[in-house]
């Protein structure tokens, strides 16, 4: 019923810079939270960056002051912006969204597939 696609990811050097976008279609009547999550391997995922309907922002404190997240929400799309890269931050990044569906009550929870970020010299 609703799909989240990501794009953006790739290979980058140490201290550079990479944009995520993640565009969410379907029978959405409204999107609440949308946030980034990652997962490195042997690790468990974990939260990046949240930004709820009202732009309020929460990042993990491993990435407060390099990453950004923003929202369009005419266009369902949630970026996130990450500069001064590490190595550390290499893993697969993960779109969610908490989605209030057309003629369904509740919210519910989607990912996207998933997108390749890798930092390295």
């Known amino acids: 019923q609703v799909q989240l696609v990501e794009s953006g990811g790739g290979l980058v050097q140490p201290g550079g810079s990479l944009r995520l976008s993640c565009a969410a279609s379907?029978?959405?009547?409204?999107?609440?939270?949308m946030g980034w999550y990652r997962q490195a391997p042997g690790k468990e995922r974990e939260l990046v960056a949240a930004?709820?309907?009202?732009?309020?922002?929460n990042y993990a404190d491993s990435v407060k002051g390099r990453f950004t997240i923003s929202r369009d929400n005419a266009k369902n799309t949630v970026y996130l912006q990450m500069n001064s890269l590490k190595p550390e931050d290499t893993a697969v990044y993960y779109c969610?969204?908490?989605?209030?569906?057309?003629?369904?009550?509740?919210?519910?929870?989607?990912w996207g597939q998933g997108t390749q970020v890798t930092v390295s010299s």
């Open positions: 969610n969204a908490i989605v209030k569906l057309l003629h369904l009550p509740g919210n519910y929870d989607y």
């Open positions: 930004i709820t309907s009202g732009s309020s922002t």
């Open positions: 379907g029978s959405i009547f409204s999107i609440n939270a």
